[in-house]
């Protein structure tokens, strides 16, 4: 679903929340080939290992600047009751492992949770989110401080599902919309070449 890849080793990270398995669409309705979970791949020897799998759906990841924490959007609670709407985050350990799991943040917001998507960190570890689900005054991009603080939101007419940072100073972030692609310069540029 998303993908990411760590400088160290160039191992490359990806999450598997099912959704291609649960439609026609893209023709292997109810044909798992992974379980939900957060994966990692061995560029040397091809090997894939699940590094991850206690959260229900794993969508949009990013790593922290450093690349010591790994943040991975929950969108479970599309398909499963009892699914938190949160980002959960965990340690990186020799660049192949996670450790301590635990949540980063709710995705609630004044009495409404929707679900987090992609997600980008910035230089100074901040983590944005596209959000949506929920309808205006939700719907856009919300921002992290590295602690969990909502320091910031961008709303937009729809719902967001994903961001990246782009432009020559990876200071103009691009967000995908359900029919849309906007963008603004932003006073920040991205930690990682994405």
């Not at 292997?28 to 090997?47: F, S």
């Not at 790994?70 to 985050?89: C, F, M, Q, R, W």
């Not at 230089?123 to 910031?152: K, L, M, Q």
Request: proline share 4%; charged share 25%.
């Amino acid at each position: 679903n998303d993908v990411v890849v760590h400088p160290n080793d160039g191992a490359i990270w990806f999450t598997d929340p099912g959704y291609g398995s649960l439609m026609n669409y893209e023709g292997n309705k109810g044909t798992l080939q992974l379980k939900e979970a957060i994966y990692r791949v061995d560029v040397k020897t091809g090997k894939i290992d699940m590094v991850a799998d206690e959260i229900f759906k794993p969508n949009g990841l990013c790593f922290s600047p450093d690349y010591k924490k790994l943040y991975v959007a929950d969108t479970g609670a599309s398909h499963y009751e009892n699914a938190p709407k949160n980002i959960k985050v965990w340690d990186v350990v020799d660049g192949k492992k996670l450790a301590n799991g635990r949540e980063f943040v709710s995705m609630e917001y004044e009495g409404k949770a929707g679900f987090a998507d992609g997600i980008r960190a910035d230089v100074d570890g901040n983590i944005w989110a596209s959000a949506g689900w929920v309808g205006e005054g939700y719907d856009g991009v919300h921002i992290f401080a590295p602690d969990g603080t909502r320091i910031g939101l961008i709303r937009l007419p729809e719902i967001c599902s994903n961001v990246c940072f782009g432009g020559t100073k990876r200071n103009r972030l691009f967000m995908t919309g359900s029919q849309s692609l906007y963008s603004v310069y932003v006073e920040t540029q991205g930690a990682h070449i994405t």
